[in-house]
């Protein structure tokens, strides 16, 4: 069960994906530099902050809020720009999202925080020229349970997400307890419970976009799937984008390609 948990059991190296993270987003940075307003705080935490990239012109723009993974333990939103390019391009705000890491917070905490991102980008997007009214939000791995974890907040259509992008994601936390994956959470299998999105899914909510690589381990490809399926059984919609060609890492590099399926699938329910 570890393997199946371990992403990269499936790569030869996860440092090649982890350099394209930080090599993409560094040249975005660059490139962008005049559209961005940097570490925006939206919260007292250090790693409260957003990243938001505004195309040209003077909008209401689009947003567009992407969630990084790492297992809530990794990375940043600095190797989390990579598709602000492609965003912009499609006059998209983009928004790179931080958050604590494990162990400095709890699971708990880091789903309150980012939570709370959202909801800060809710009320104040407006004065950077985005639209309210067409929020969407992407997350890989973890990201992509922080973002169910996000949407499960809402009910009775209050939600101010208008779709979700959720990519190789865990929607049920209880296999991760007596793997190395919980040594820095420090879980028990309440937690697990109580911060699995398929526990929880929120009625009615937003249409969703699944997908996960095709060179993935078992446990991912099941993950995905068990939590499509509880996501339309709650009456919500839900769309699979089938990307055999790719891994747990590369996939979501395909947010900054125009041409790839899973880029012109989320474009529609933005666009």
Not at 31 to 40: P, V
Not at 52 to 65: A, S, W
Request: proline share 6%; net charge negative; aromatic share 10%.
């Amino acid at each position: 069960m570890t393997r199946e948990y371990s992403p990269s059991s499936c790569i030869d190296d996860v440092g090649v994906y982890i350099r394209a993270y930080e090599n993409q987003s560094r040249a975005a940075c660059e490139m962008l530099a005049a559209n961005c307003h940097k570490n925006i705080k939206y919260g007292p935490e250090p790693r409260s902050a957003l990243d938001i990239f505004v195309p040209d012109g003077t909008g209401p723009f689009p947003v567009h809020v992407f969630i990084h993974g790492g297992y809530w333990q990794e990375l940043s939103k600095a190797e989390s720009i990579f598709a602000a390019p492609n965003f912009l391009d499609h006059n998209i705000i983009f928004i790179a999202l931080d958050y604590t890491l494990a162990p400095a917070a709890s699971l708990g905490q880091i789903i309150d925080q980012v939570r709370r991102g959202v909801g800060w980008i809710a009320d104040n997007i407006a004065d950077y020229g985005g639209s309210r009214n067409n929020i969407t939000l992407s997350g890989s791995s973890a990201g992509a349970h922080l973002v169910a974890e996000t949407l499960a907040e809402y009910h009775q259509g209050k939600s101010p997400v208008k779709a979700a992008c959720m990519v190789s994601g865990i929607y049920d936390l209880r296999p991760l307890v007596g793997t190395y994956v919980n040594e820095p959470l420090r879980m028990t299998t309440a937690d697990a419970v109580r911060f699995s999105p398929l526990f929880h899914i929120p009625l009615p909510s937003c249409p969703v976009i699944f997908s996960h690589g095709g060179n993935e381990t078992n446990e991912f490809k099941r993950q995905t799937r068990d939590y499509m399926r509880a996501w339309q059984k709650a009456g919500n919609s839900a769309h699979f984008v089938d990307m055999p060609a790719f891994n747990h890492f590369d996939i979501i590099l395909e947010l900054n390609n125009k041409n790839s399926p899973l880029f012109k699938a989320l474009a529609s329910l933005i666009l």
